[in-house]
Nanobody, 119 residues
Framework: QVQVVESGGGLVQAGGSLRLSCAVSGGTFSSLVVGWFRQAPGKEREFVSRVTRSGDNTYYADSVKGRFTISRDNAKNTVYLQMNSLKPEDTAVYYC????????????WGQGTQVTVSS
């Protein structure tokens, strides 16, 4: 059973930075695509970023492009989301999820970590 655990959320002022971590266990980490999603109060969950198995390719939502950076350390079974120049609209619960390369849906999700950006 694959387990996904996020950490690193918190309260930060606008313009500040946070680094989220996503630790994955119970699977072959290097075979998994890892994505970050977020859900703000009253809104639907939205895609933030994802990284391919090797880490060579990364993808971002337009709203975070240029401010967020996703990376992975396959030796540590961990994916990071470095978030810079944070805005109040980045406030949300951030979720990490994993899927196999050819799967459409993300099969395993973490419990989420709260990020709050004050103005």
């Amino acid at each position: 059973q694959v387990q996904v655990v996020e950490s690193g959320g918190g309260l930060v002022q606008a313009g500040g930075s946070l680094r989220l971590s996503c630790a994955v266990s119970g699977g072959t980490f290097s075979s998994l695509v890892v994505g970050w999603f977020r859900q703000a109060p009253g809104k639907e969950r939205e895609f933030v970023s994802r990284v391919t198995r090797s880490g060579d390719n990364t993808y971002y939502a337009d709203s975070v492009k240029g401010r967020f950076t996703i990376s992975r350390d396959n030796a540590k079974n961990t994916v990071y989301l470095q978030m810079n120049s944070l805005k109040p609209e980045d406030t949300a619960v951030y979720y990490c999820a994993v899927r196999n390369r050819f799967a459409v849906a993300y099969a395993y999700w973490g419990q989420g970590t709260q990020v709050t950006v004050s103005s």
